[in-house]
C-alpha cells in the first residue's frame, strides 16, 4: 500500500513539472506533500518505473544524474547552455529504419533558448 502512494505522488510530481528534474529535486518536492519519504524510496520507485516504461531516464551532456521524464513517446531533448532549462522537442523520427527494430531514440541538442538568444543578441 504504502509503495503504491508513494509511485502516485512521484507520478503526480512528474505530470505536474516537465523540467525534468533529478530524483533529489522529485525527493525534495515529494516531502511536501509526503514527509515520510525517503530519498532511496525515491530512487527504488523510479527505478521501478523506468524498468515499467512509465518515466523516461535522460542523462544529458555527460551528466551523473539522471533526469526523469513522464513524457514516454519518441521526442528530442533541447537543453540551453545559458538559463539550463530542459525543453521537449516533438520531432517525427524515421521510424522505419529498414533491418533494424527500433526500441529506443534518445537525442540530445545543445544551444540557446529563444529567450536566452534574444539577451544575448541585446548584450
Ligand atoms: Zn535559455
Ligand atoms: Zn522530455
Redesign the pocket.
Known amino acids: 500500500m504504502r509503495i503504491t502512494k508513494q509511485r502516485e505522488v512521484i507520478l503526480k510530481i512528474l505530470a505536474e513539472r516537465r523540467d525534468h528534474p533529478t530524483a533529489f529535486e522529485i525527493y525534495e518536492h515529494a516531502k511536501n506533500l509526503f514527509p515520510e519519504i525517503s530519498l532511496s524510496t525515491v530512487y527504488r520507485t523510479l527505478k521501478e518505473m523506468v524498468e515499467r516504461g512509465e518515466v523516461i531516464e535522460i542523462r544529458m551532456d555527460g551528466e551523473t544524474k539522471a533526469r526523469y521524464d513522464i513524457n514516454t513517446g519518441n521526442h528530442a531533448h533541447f537543453r ?1 547552455r ?4 530542459i525543453f521537449d522537442i516533438e520531432i517525427l523520427f524515421p521510424l522505419k529504419l529498414i533491418g533494424f527494430k527500433v526500441e529506443k531514440v534518445e537525442i540530445y541538442i545543445y544551444g ?2 529563444d ?2 538568444a534574444k539577451k544575448e543578441v541585446m548584450a
Open positions: 540551453c545559458n538559463c539550463g532549462r540557446l533558448c529567450e536566452c
